[in-house]
């Protein structure tokens, strides 16, 4: 086109090309830097929390407790009471009870109003959850205040309204409630994944044990206390708190009739293998290796937006983390620059500043991990970036990376690092696209970008994976089923689908 | 050969500078707006803002008299004297005369909008005429609007040939091009617009959203798609083309997120006023009492500064 | 088996004697049928050559059943595969079409098939025809719900935001299938049939005891629209063959009715490559003439829910 290629007016003395001899690049300095911005509610977490059983707290038969430290400042922030065995067989014992005697009794109408009760209690508090959220996770305030919290009280009040309405969820045959179930939740989103988990369950008239993460056990604790406000009868939900063996304990107690899982699918292979033989009910949603997959008719800076929430939010600790960006060769060059400069001005440290892009790594064990697969695909030859960012001294931080020249044998490709680590792949044609993006073991989720309508749906119908995000990444809604294919699990939380997965038909 | 759509040409062009999505560049602009500025980078970018202000008058009504109060308020915005002046005062090309002389000693330039402001419909010669006696009159600036009917229609080469000869028509006055965002109807056209426009400007010209006078003015996401465009064309040819939001800025805090999304998608370079204005009016006293907030501690009440859009 | 007519076989020559011995012959031979697995659309013997033999009702010898082995299965997966993405590629209407032609292959066969029920004492052949008949009617019922499960169990989510967001279904892929022992004809399409309709492809252990009905089936399939790998019918030894449907990673589902140890087994496999396992208890019977032994959640079993999200922008 003409006006492609047109040449600048020649008649005039200021000229077009301010610097010509040499390569023009932004600057993305300190010339307006921005004042720390930190929240200042107050979280309110107790020195110390028990377990939640039969709707009181009360101490652990070992009298034994876990330290809970702030991974942004690795300081304590609370005891957490050590669930044993036995503490587990008495919070199953409770959820029966309650189960037996009040919730599984109860009409969904009357169930559903409590429930609701539970979302307005959370909205209510929300800023002192999200303060306490990221206190003891390290994921940004922003986010915990514009997405977990919120999101929470979404669920809560999402499921409260399926509770008298199952006979349209479930079509064609009755159903009943499975009767206690048990679940064991990760700690990368430790308010959403319970309410993930318990808005189903108690909806649908069933009780719940629920473990939180080791490292992420405030919140749940919190939410305990809101139950208590909530008057919600006491059993219907048990926190049981500890490491992998009280977890071991949720999963083998013989009153759940069904377990709930979400987590590694290591582990969660582990938890099929322990239950093989009984007739539990499960449900696992694991881990994932997510294809965010750029054409080159995509908008380019909504898709860089898009993968870099992908990889980058809640610090890539994301089991649907898009981690592998599959970039279509033609802008590959163009589209990781826009890459480069976008995360130049991400944001890492503390969690507690408004303006945080970035948070604390949730554990130490966890960032060794992430460095490790690192320090593997330097040594496997891929080509690493990092934004020159200032990290804090203290605390488990980690800038953003992207790794170019990735190929699919790297480990940095096939594993899921559960970190901000982008490994950027390149294909040329939507058949070799698809192909990159199935080879895994993993299919929880996708990402597809192009202006094209009819290719959209052509890349959603063959992307294995139970989420795909077209021109959007990172989106979760409750009404919408969140869920893996092949060994990302099986189930589905959220919407309609996930409801069936809480009742027997009868 | 197959018969073109009417508008194909305008296609052909997005598909070559790009699509935008709404949503995405919707969503992009929402976390601008969460950025929390405080204390020190607080005044900073009030300070910055007050800087880059056009401040602006384009009223029927206008007389000398409204200009010279209008150029007073420019000079000094404040009794405080780290307060900065203005950028520019914008006003119709008949009052050129009368600023150039209010402001002949200051640093302060005079921007004139001519090309049959608001609408653009005139002949181009009557257009170009009107920018010439602007700039003779002493512009040191000229805001020029595109022919929004011309580029809907796909008549893209007319549409750039027009702005071709306002550069030129301009000599040595910076140009600001309104693309009018409002009446593009479309991200996909703004980008194309801003490309198309920039291609035939010179380093330190402006592209600028809006006349003020139609239904919709600047918001974050146009204004972003532009900043986008902005750094795609820099980028590739080196050359710096500044931004002008215009229209609908009326709040201090508002000011501060546009500023951040010129923080992050332009970098520093960008942070003064031979790269970045905004068009208001309303806005200047806003900034002036945050600022004056932000150095006493107390809430300031509209009325301890002029012109304030409220007086109760 | 089948005799033909005796009086055809009366010979008529003019020496009584020789009329006589002719009587105690067998006037014609009666051809015995080879049974053969059905895999890929070919009739196939077990690649290890072997056999077992199964006996009529009265104790006599009956038939020798292909004793599959583990490469046997193997095979019947890769012909699952082969099948598999086209077979799930056409149109719900099509097949619809296709199972809807079973039926009738079925119900136009169905004294044939009664008899291979009955013969080698699965049940009486009173019990087989019933069965028969509702393997057919089941067959219909499925094929009905091929173009419409996915309208009830999927469907658009009213996202809070710019987006329009629909889930839809897609079958698993590859699905095991270890059949019943009682009411082999009928549990085989009862488990078979939703699984198929939804476009996954099947591998099926027929029963150990009562194969024969699945052998005669296979011959129907063939006949069938049906195309060739999309259900393949092996027979052999549960002992044998189970631990390959548990562990064979490249099986997504299965769904057997075993007994307790053989679920523990599939379940430990199937944790190894996190498989959608539906393990029924062969210890309690199972009512396969039951209305409730039919439902679209029979197929929901064996799909997964795909999620699309989608910005709503000019």
């Given amino acids: ?506 | 050969m197959m018969q073109s759509r009417r508008t194909s040409s305008l296609d052909r062009f997005i598909a070559d500078v790009g699509p935008v999505d709404q949503v995405g560049i919707e969503e992009r602009a929402a976390k601008f707006t969460t950025r929390s500025i405080k204390k020190g980078s607080k005044l900073w970018g009030l300070k910055t803002a007050v800087s880059m202000v056009d401040l602006t008058t384009l009223e029927g009504k206008d007389t000398p008299g409204k200009i010279a109060s209008l150029c007073q308020k420019a000079r000094a915005p404040s009794s405080d004297p780290e307060v900065p002046s203005v950028a520019a005062v914008c006003i119709y090309p008949f009052l050129v005369k009368h600023a150039r002389k209010l402001l002949a000693d200051t640093s302060i330039k005079v921007a004139s909008v001519a090309t049959s402001f608001p609408s653009g419909q005139l002949p181009l010669k009557l257009r170009l005429q009107e920018v010439r006696q602007a700039v003779s009159d002493g512009a040191d600036e000229v805001d020029m609007v595109i022919n929004r009917g011309l580029f809907l229609s796909g008549e893209l080469d007319a549409v750039q040939d027009e702005i071709a000869a306002v550069v030129e028509a301009c000599g040595e006055s910076t140009l600001k091009v309104i693309l009018e965002v409002s009446e593009l109807e479309t991200y996909d056209n703004i980008r194309a617009a801003s490309m198309l426009a920039m291609r035939v400007l010179r380093a330190d010209d402006f592209i600028k959203t809006s006349t003020g006078k139609a239904s919709g003015s600047a918001t974050l996401a146009n204004t972003q798609v532009m900043l986008e465009a902005i750094r795609d064309f820099y980028l590739a040819t080196g050359t710096p083309i500044g931004m002008k939001p215009a229209g609908g800025i009326r709040t201090a805090k508002q000011a501060l997120h546009y500023l951040v999304a010129v923080k992050e998608t332009l970098g520093d370079a960008w942070l003064n006023n031979t790269r970045y204005r905004f068009g208001a009016s309303a806005l200047l006293n806003d900034l002036l009492r945050q600022i004056e907030k932000q150095k006493t501690g107390a809430y300031q009440a509209p009325y301890y500064f002029s012109e304030a859009s409220a007086s109760y | 088996m089948s005799v033909g007519n005796p009086k055809a076989a009366t010979g008529k020559n003019s020496t009584g004697r020789r009329t006589q011995h002719a009587a105690q012959l067998p006037s014609r031979v009666p051809v015995a049928k080879t049974p053969k697995v059905y895999v890929g659309g070919e009739f196939i013997r077990s690649e290890s050559g072997r056999t077992y033999p199964i006996n009529t009702d009265d104790g006599t010898f009956f038939a020798n059943i292909p004793q599959c082995t583990r490469k046997d299965l193997r095979n019947a997966v890769e012909a699952a595969a082969k099948a598999g993405s086209s077979w799930a590629r056409r149109t719900p209407y099509n097949r619809a079409q296709i199972v809807y032609r079973l039926a009738e292959m079925l119900e136009s066969r169905s004294d044939e098939m009664a008899r291979a029920i009955a013969k080698p004492g699965a049940s009486s052949l009173n019990d087989a025809r019933n069965e028969v008949a509702a393997a057919v009617d089941r067959l219909i019922y499925y094929a009905g719900w091929a173009d419409k499960f996915e309208q009830v169990l999927g469907n658009t989510n009213p996202v809070s935001g710019p987006f329009f967001n629909f889930t839809v279904v897609e079958p698993v892929g590859i699905v095991g299938v270890i059949v019943d022992d009682s009411s082999p004809l009928l549990a085989l399409i009862s488990q078979v049939a939703p699984v198929i309709v939804s476009g996954n492809a099947v591998v099926v252990l027929a029963s150990e005891t009562h194969p024969y009905p699945a052998i005669v089936l296979g011959e129907m399939l063939a006949t069938s629209d049906l195309p060739g790998g999309v259900v393949n019918i092996i027979t052999g030894q549960r002992k044998e063959l189970v631990p390959t449907f548990a562990t064979h990673t490249h099986i997504r589902g299965l769904d057997a009715v075993v007994v307790a140890a053989e679920k523990k087994e599939l379940a430990l496999g199937a944790a190894d490559s996190v498989k959608r396992l539906r393990a029924r208890s062969s210890e309690k019977e199972i009512d396969w003439f039951a209305e409730s032994a039919q439902s679209v959640y029979e197929i929901r079993n064996f799909i997964e829910f795909k999620t699309t999200w989608h910005p709503i922008g000019a």
Wanted: proline share 6%; net charge neutral.
């Fill in chain 1, 1 to 506: 086109m003409s006006v492609t290629t047109k040449a600048a007016p020649k008649a005039r003395k200021k000229t077009q090309a301010a610097t010509t001899d040499r390569v023009p690049e932004l600057i993305f300095g300190d010339l307006w830097e921005f004042d720390p911005a930190p929240e200042s509610a107050d979280p309110k977490i107790k020195p110390q929390y028990e377990l939640f059983i039969g709707g009181k707290f009360v101490e652990p038969e070992s009298g034994k407790y876990f330290d809970s430290i702030n991974p942004a400042t690795e300081k304590k922030i609370s005891r957490i009471a050590l669930a044993s065995a036995a503490d587990v067989a008495r919070a199953y014992e409770a959820a029966q009870k309650a189960f037996d005697t009040t919730w599984g009794r109860m009409p969904g109408r009357e169930r559903g109003k409590y429930v609701y009760r539970i979302a307005r209690l959370i909205q209510d508090r929300a800023r002192e959850f999200a303060v306490a959220e990221t206190v003891d996770g390290g994921k940004p305030i922003k986010e915990s205040r514009d997405f977990d919290v919120p999101m929470t009280a979404a669920h809560f009040f999402y499921h409260a309204g399926w509770a008298d309405k199952l006979d349209y969820a479930i079509p064609g045959r009755p159903t009943e409630p499975l009767g206690v179930v048990g679940q064991v939740i990760p700690w990368n989103f430790p308010l959403l994944m319970l309410a993930w988990k318990i808005a189903p369950a108690i909806s649908t008239g069933n009780c719940v044990v629920l473990k939180p993460a080791e490292t992420t056990s405030v919140t749940a604790l919190k939410f305990a206390e809101l139950l208590q406000e909530a008057d919600l009868p006491p059993g219907v939900v048990n926190f049981v708190t500890g490491a992998g063996e009280t977890g071991a304990a949720v999963m083998a107690n013989d009153i759940a009739s069904k377990v709930a899982f979400t987590g590694s699918t290591e582990v969660g292979k582990l938890i099929m293998r322990s239950l093989a033989g009984s007739d539990k009910k499960m449900t696992m949603e694991l881990g994932g290796k997510a294809a965010n997959i750029v054409f080159d008719d995509a908008p380019l800076d909504q898709a860089v937006e898009g993968v870099v929430n992908g990889i980058f939010f809640n610090q890539g600790h994301v089991c649907c983390a898009g981690s592998r960006l599959l970039v279509q060769e033609s802008i590959a060059t163009e589209f990781v620059e826009k890459l480069k400069r976008r995360i130049s001005v991400l944001r890492v440290g503390d969690p507690m500043d408004k303006n945080t892009d970035i948070g604390a790594i949730n554990s130490r064990a966890q960032l060794e991990k992430i460095e490790e697969l690192v320090q593997s695909g330097v040594e496997q030859g891929a080509k690493m970036f990092q934004p020159s960012c200032r990290l804090p001294g203290a605390g488990f931080f980690y800038r953003p990376t992207i790794f170019t020249g990735v190929t699919q044998s790297h480990r940095i490709a096939t594993e899921e690092i559960f970190g901000p680590v982008l490994s950027v792949l390149t294909f040329r044609t939507l058949e070799e696209a698809v192909e990159k993006a199935n080879n895994t073991a993993y299919g929880l989720s996708a990402g597809v970008w192009t202006d094209k309508g009819s290719r959209i749906l052509k890349m959603s119908t063959e992307l294995k994976a139970g989420v795909v995000w077209a021109n959007t990444f990172n989106k979760f809604d409750p009404s919408s089923p969140f869920g893996g294919y092949k060994e990302s699990g099986f189930g589905r939380e959220g919407g309609r689908q996930g409801l069936l997965d809480y009742v027997r038909l009868t």
